[in-house]
């Protein structure tokens, strides 16, 4: 079961490169927030009918969730239309690793403080190595 978890992981890691480029391009088409527009009105839909024979949840406790919990969004916007931006600037490769590094250190971080709901672990010296190597592979192909 975790394999397949870990294959799906590196899965939509692999998607995200490829959406990247794609909206990169798009941005250039229809211009860099109308990008980003058009990827979050097309995903609302295609979730909302998804979620119409799917869903589980409720949707009207969103109201009642906590406030920091419904940053999420927020976030996702900021990170795509980023992308989108610097894509076109850098290339695929760069943005995606430049991601990449950002996640590791922040997810480290997220981890050994135990925030957002996480148990806490402490930092160990190979999770630090790998960040210090992907910071490194940062570097290289920048």
């Known amino acids: ?9 590196l899965f939509a ?9 794609i909206y990169g391009e ?5 211009g860099k927030l109308e990008s980003s527009f058009y990827n979050f009105f097309v995903g609302t839909i295609i979730l909302a ?19 920091w919990q419904l940053t999420g969004g927020l976030l996702g916007i900021f990170y795509l239309t980023i992308l989108i931006v610097s894509i076109p600037l850098v290339g695929v490769g760069l943005s995606m690793i430049s991601v990449i590094v950002g996640q590791m250190i922040m997810s480290i971080v ?5 925030w957002l709901g ?3 672990s402490k930092i160990q010296k190979e999770k630090a190595a ?6 490194a592979s940062l570097f290289l192909i920048f």
């Open 49 to 67: 009918v998804v979620l119409l024979f799917f869903g589980k949840g409720s949707l009207s406790h969103t109201f009642k969730a906590p406030k």
């Open 13 to 21: 890691g692999m998607s995200l490169s490829i959406e990247g480029a």
């Open 26 to 30: 798009l941005g250039k088409s229809i």
């Open 130 to 135: 790998a960040v210090v190597l992907m910071a």
């Open 118 to 120: 996480s148990s806490p």
């Open 1 to 9: 079961m975790k394999l397949m978890i870990y294959a799906a992981a």
């Open 110 to 114: 997220i981890e050994h403080k135990g």
